[in-house]
């Protein structure tokens, strides 16, 4: 098991062996989401008592294998997406029994960890800065986006394209506004809605330096598929994306954000309900010049030709010092 912390709701990747039917594996994407599965489950006849497992993680992909003997090739049995918090996670083996009033017993060999050296990206070159726009599609996603009031809703709807808001350039929508970086103290919104089916689209809050594809960013919202409220930051331009933590909300993606400025230090928080009192989710860092974009960014986290995401929004304020 790959485990973010202790706790009962962490973050996790696992790959098991289960009491009769066969090699499984799970995961947790977000703090307090529900655990899903691959639906890739190997099982012999009768079931195996024994197996090899194996777990590799490049970047946030995780994959898992399995073999029944030593001699024998992996076989590549499913493909994950799992954002640790800070890429920082435990690793090691975890046994339960399912039943409460039952003790399991495992019994393991060979336990072995090592460093993978999976190559990073090479770096994008950024293009020439750009004058501020208050709409503006940044890294050429495949369809424009689109922001206006949506009478049916009776709030603010923004569609965004673009492969994602990761790595060491964007694709996605921004709608922005420009003030100096000195006179920003906070921004808050309310995600109506961000429910949606893709796995890495994302629908908040950013602060941003520039219209560059690989500009700094401090970026709070929904993340698809209802994995919650995700933290994400870019501290200075062209340094890979950090995600910092995401925690489960509810199964609409309907929640409050606010990130609240102090110096180059940025501290996200979130809520579920309006009356509800602000929860921390941390603190992130980005560089910026004498001015800065602030605004509400979507992308669909998908290259696909036709792919558009939706996030319905209220109550968006910005406080200035």
Not at 89 to 115: I, K, P, Q
Not at 204 to 214: A, H, V, Y
Request: net charge negative; glycine share 8%; hydrophobic share 35%.
């Amino acid at each position: 098991m790959l485990r973010s912390d202790t706790s009962d709701n962490a973050v996790f990747a696992f790959s098991y062996l289960t009491g009769s039917n066969g090699v499984d594996n799970s995961v947790r994407r977000s703090k307090g989401a529900y655990v899903s599965t691959s639906n890739k489950r190997y099982k012999t006849e009768p079931a195996q008592t024994s197996a090899w497992l194996r777990i590799v993680k490049k970047m946030e992909t995780v994959e898992f294998y399995h073999k029944a003997n030593e001699a024998d090739e992996w076989t590549l049995q499913a493909t994950e997406e799992v954002f640790f918090p800070n890429n920082s996670y435990r690793v090691g083996l975890a046994v339960t029994s399912h039943y409460s009033s039952h003790r399991a017993e495992g019994t393991f060999e060979d336990f072995v960890v090592e460093e993978y050296l999976f190559p990073t990206s090479a770096p994008s070159i950024s293009t020439a800065p750009t004058p501020w726009q208050p709409n503006v599609d940044i890294g050429e996603p495949q369809r424009d986006g689109e922001a206006y009031y949506g009478e049916s809703c009776e709030c603010d709807v923004v569609k965004g394209s673009g492969r994602e808001i990761w790595g060491s350039s964007d694709s996605f929508f921004f709608v922005n506004d420009q003030f100096a970086s000195s006179s920003i103290e906070s921004v808050e919104m309310q995600i109506q809605k961000f429910d949606n089916w893709r796995l890495n689209s994302r629908g908040g809050l950013m602060m941003r330096s520039t219209n560059d594809d690989d500009s700094s960013f401090v970026f709070v919202g929904g993340a698809g598929r209802d994995q919650g409220v995700v933290l994400l930051s870019r501290p200075n331009s062209g340094a890979p994306a950090e995600h910092h933590k995401m925690v489960y909300v509810n199964n609409k993606n309907s929640m409050w954000v606010k990130l609240v400025k102090n110096g180059t230090d940025i501290t996200a928080y979130h809520k579920e309900l309006e009356g509800d009192g602000w929860i921390e989710l941390g603190t992130a860092s980005m560089e910026m010049e004498t001015s800065i974009q602030v605004g509400k960014a979507v992308t669909a986290g998908s290259d696909d030709t036709w792919a558009l995401e939706t996030m319905e929004t209220r109550n968006y304020n910005v406080t200035l010092v």
